[in-house]
């Protein structure tokens, strides 16, 4: 069983910066092949944010957040951070922390994540 714990969000001014967490807790970490965050804005479709391979640290982020956010992982500690830096109100969001398992490619659509996150709140004020 994997279980995926996001901490780190709140609200922020815009132009403020959070850093989110997701500790992976499981028996078999070494089989987490991706990770990744995804968010959903209140009224809209979830939407890719960023993902990055576990052992390799290769990432790929949304064009929306390039620049400004960054996915990063610590493989000792099992935990992904994603921060968030010069944030905007459409920033504003629950945002999901997401895994995929042996050998399977984190995908952009969301569709196939083998393992969710609770989700975490980020609120971004103008």
């Known amino acids: 069983q994997v279980q995926l714990v996001e901490s780190g969000g709140g609200l922020v001014q815009a132009g403020g910066s959070l850093r989110l967490s997701c500790a992976v807790s499981s028996r078999r970490t070494s089989n987490i092949y991706m990770m990744g965050w995804f968010r959903q804005a209140q009224g809209k479709e979830r939407e890719f944010v960023a993902r990055i391979y576990r052992h390799s640290g290769f990432t790929l982020y949304a064009d929306s957040v390039k620049g400004r956010f960054t996915i990063t992982r610590d493989i000792n500690l099992n935990v992904v951070y994603l921060q968030m830096n010069t944030l905007k109100p459409e920033d504003t969001a629950v945002y999901y922390c997401?895994?995929?398992?042996?050998?399977?490619?984190?995908?952009?659509?969301?569709?196939?994540?083998?393992?969710w996150g609770q989700g975490t709140q980020v609120t971004v004020s103008s």
């Open positions: 997401a895994a995929t398992d042996s050998g399977r490619v984190l995908p952009v659509s969301g569709a196939g994540v083998n393992y």
